[in-house]
């Protein structure tokens, strides 16, 4: 018996190519969708694990900026002792984190850099240290003897092709080659208040260049530190100390806070991310196979349906439910196994290289393709198990066709016709061909319910996904409105600022004006920091400084006038979330601390700018943060550069590199921010963020036009007596071609005005789930659903291109020898 099964399994799979090769397709592209998400989970999650200690991670980051004039090793030790004599703190350390411009001695051009050093020698570092030397030695500074040496980290060295014995010239200081004595890796984010990426607080890798402190600190130009990290005997104890630490380093250290950073070693916050991001993928694979498996009940349904008779004869001849269980479910194995064995192979590769291409954007590296045992194992078994289940309705439908039911079937029940659906369907005002089509739809509305489910879900996500990074952009958009400058300039040292903008003006010629900014962390009364990883310590917030005489912030007041009619008003203006969580409106007065001292100020305004953020006259903010020069008045961090005309990213990185040149001349060391490209680096990791949700849906649409082309081929099988009916009325093939294509878009259509609804709630499901829901307005622009229309018409009418054009290629004689 057991060779009898297998013998019909086998007959019927091999009898059925075209619709083998379908089914085993979808269910190839759901488990090719599984094995690669799980796959590129676990190779991401278990390359953190590898490269991350749980006993190096500090518990407090407080970003710092440094005041004055340059700080020695030991003064900052002095600092640090003071820190580490705090209850509960077992170890601080500090970090220094700068840009720096470099290239090749013989090369023209000058590219992107950040040097990093360390309050400890290298090999002293506890707290997130290089972990590993790849090749040669850590650095050794000039006054220890020696000769101009920096590390480079593995990356910047894959990057730019450069190794042990290399050497490198910085901006401005091209007079000294400073020799790479070593290759290193070091795991960890390095974060730093001086980066002007502002999508993400760390340097980048490939950027990374170390030295000791006292060489960097020749190399940039910095005061000194811009980091202090701290480990606690627990990380409850840390959370409880924050206000301390903070507390003596604003009022006993010359450094001001920018932000803080708290990770707990035993969730560490990449780690924790990277997990999130790891089930989100493992959900989109197994929804995209669960999907696929939706043409597998269709196509076993219709088997068993053709098959009748044949089970009615096999019931005669003794044959169990049993036999007849596994014969069924032993054809979804085959199917399951087929396109199993191809989807696992197709995966393995492919998950490899896109985790280590995906690699450095979750703060990790992969060197060579890697193969993930796990996402094998889960594609293998789920694969497998999917199909077998799909069947089991089917084929337990199947199972209950008694011999007479068998016998006597006849296909389409007499009383076809009479249902309320079908009247309503014929009732109808459209053309007959639409009604015939709709009607072919409604008689097999069980299996088409299905091919139709995978579409409506595929454009559902499709259209809630697009409206979700559409209102994201917008926002983005008019945020970056709000700025009327496309260039910040922060010094690292109190510079002279009429002396600087002078300079600025006199010397570069796209330079239409220049203003004074000053930003800084102070805190709020009454203000709670969102409990997220990043934030400026309990009651911190950010705060602007700006010239309000200048008009470089386009201010949109919800209410109040600011400093429209009178730049010289005292006062401040709050964004709208902040006015609501503290509980102020116009004229009323909130409290700040800085420097160790509190102040009053009247609220003149409330803004639109989605983030926390209180707005300030820029001296008055230098002033209360003691930011001064030396004849003790306010002094500017920074300088607002507004170019003349309309200026892309490329155009406004030219000018910025004319004024790195003369600022170099000059000895100004600086970090600058470019606005467009930050604007189109935040749009491209929004569209890129957009576009892995939409994999999904990329999966589930394609699983949907596989669904709907073997439905329609199994309905070109079994209408072939309609098919003769029309050519014997005169149909010709265009007529029979435009026939099912009407049929195959018009399942498109419902599952897209189906799909509508649905789309609106995920959308603002997605915008809560990305905790957005408080930045952003979600709005559904109607373009979104005419791109959905369009997008499924277009899949709907590809879908079904092949079996219409099988359908008319019937011709009456081929219908009689088939009857």
């Not at 990449?270 to 999907?291: E, H, K, T, W």
């Amino acid at each position: 018996m057991f060779r009898t099964r297998i013998q019909k399994i086998l007959r019927d799979i091999s009898s059925r190519k075209g619709r083998t090769v379908l089914v085993a397709l979808s269910i190839l592209i759901g488990v090719f969708g599984v094995t690669t998400m799980v796959s590129m989970g676990d190779l991401l999650v278990t390359q953190l694990n590898e490269d991350l200690d749980e006993d190096e991670i500090a518990m407090t980051h407080v970003y710092v900026s440094a005041v004055g004039r340059p700080m020695t090793l030991e003064e900052n030790q002095a600092f640090i002792d003071r820190l580490s004599a705090l209850p509960g703190v077992i170890q601080v350390e500090g970090q220094a984190i700068y840009p720096m411009d470099w290239r090749l001695p013989d090369g023209e051009s000058f590219e992107r850099g950040t040097v990093i050093a360390f309050s400890e020698d290298f090999p002293a570092v506890q707290l997130e240290p290089v972990s590993r030397i790849v090749e040669g030695r850590f650095p050794v500074g000039v006054a220890e003897g020696g000769q101009y040496e920096i590390a480079v980290e593995k990356r910047f060295a894959n990057e730019y092709g450069v190794g042990v014995g290399d050497r490198l010239v910085f901006r401005g200081k091209e007079e000294v080659e400073w020799q790479i004595v070593g290759v290193v890796f070091q795991p960890y984010r390095t974060v730093s208040s001086q980066v002007t990426d502002v999508a993400d607080p760390a340097s980048p890798p490939e950027t990374n260049m170390y030295a000791t402190y006292e060489d960097a600190q020749a190399i940039v130009g910095f005061s000194g530190l811009s980091s202090f990290y701290a480990r606690y005997t627990d990380y409850e104890t840390a959370r409880a100390g924050l206000t301390d630490f903070i507390g003596v380093i604003t009022n006993e250290t010359p450094y001001i806070v920018a932000f803080n950073l708290m990770d707990n070693p035993a969730d560490n916050n990449l780690v924790r991310g990277m997990d999130q991001i790891a089930n989100a993928l493992d959900v989109l694979g197994v929804v995209s196979l669960v999907v696929s498996a939706f043409l597998l009940v269709n196509v076993i349904n219709t088997i068993v349906v053709e098959q009748r008779r044949q089970i009615g004869v096999m019931k005669s001849l003794g044959g169990t439910r049993l036999d007849i269980v596994l014969i069924y479910t032993g054809m979804a194995l085959a199917y399951g196994v087929i396109g199993t064995l191809v989807g696992v192979i197709l995966a393995i590769p492919v998950a490899g290289w896109m985790a280590r291409e995906i690699a450095p954007l979750t703060g990790t590296y992969i060197e060579d393709i890697e193969i993930s045992t796990s996402g094998i194992i889960t594609g293998i078994v789920l694969g497998l198990l999917v199909p077998v289940l799909a069947a089991l309705i089917p084929v337990f439908n199947g199972t209950r066709v008694t011999i007479l039911e068998a016998i006597t079937d006849i296909g389409i029940a007499a009383n076809w016709g009479n249902s309320r659906l079908s009247r309503a369907v014929g009732a109808l005002p459209l053309p007959v061909n639409v009604r015939q089509a709709l009607s072919n739809i409604v008689q097999k509305r069980g299996r088409l319910v299905l091919t139709g489910l995978a579409l409506t879900l595929a454009f559902a996500a499709y259209m809630g996904v697009t409206a979700v990074f559409t209102s994201l952009n917008t926002t983005i958009g008019e945020m970056f409105d709000t700025f009327d400058y496309e260039i910040q300039m922060t010094t690292q040292e109190v510079e002279d600022y009429d002396a600087v903008r002078q300079l600025i003006l006199n010397n570069v010629d796209s330079v239409a004006r220049v203003a004074p900014s000053y930003d800084v962390s102070i805190e709020l009364e009454g203000y709670v920091a969102p409990d997220t990883p990043y934030s400026g310590g309990p009651g911190q917030i950010a705060a602007i400084g700006i010239d309000p005489s200048s008009d470089f912030i386009n201010f949109r007041l919800i209410s109040g006038t600011g400093w429209e009619n009178d730049p010289d008003r005292e006062g401040v203006i709050l964004n709208r979330s902040l006015a609501e969580k503290i509980d102020k409106s116009v004229g009323d007065e909130v409290t700040v601390r800085a420097g160790g001292k509190s102040y009053q100020y009247e609220v003149l305004g409330i803004e639109e700018w989605p983030f926390d953020m209180i707005f300030f006259d820029w001296a008055e903010l230098a002033t209360i943060s003691g930011y001064l020069n030396e004849v003790e008045e306010p002094n500017p961090d920074g300088l607002l550069i507004d170019l003349e005309g309309e200026q892309d990213a490329d155009a406004v990185a030219d000018v910025i590199e004319q004024i790195k040149q003369l600022a170099a001349v000059h000895d100004i060391p600086a970090v600058y921010i470019n606005q467009p490209q930050n604007e189109d680096d935040i749009t491209q990791l929004a569209t890129s963020f957009g576009m892995m949700f939409n994999m999904t849906s990329l999966v589930m649409a394609a699983v949907g036009a596989i669904g709907l082309l073997a439905a329609l081929s199994m309905a070109v099988f079994e209408r072939q007596k309609e098919i003769g009916v029309m050519r014997s009325l005169g149909a010709g093939s265009t007529t029979i071609v435009g026939h099912f294509l009407l049929e195959g878009v018009l399942v498109g259509i419902i599952a897209w005005v189906v799909a509508l609804p649905l789309s609106l709630w995920l959308g603002n499901q997605i915008t809560a789930v990305i905790e957005m829901d408080e930045i952003i307005s979600f709005n559904y622009p109607p373009l979104v659903a005419l791109q959905g229309l369009a997008g499924v018409a277009i899949i709907a009418a590809g879908a079904s291109f092949w079996p219409a054009l099988s359908a008319a290629r019937k011709t009456v004689s081929d219908i009689l020898r088939y009857q």
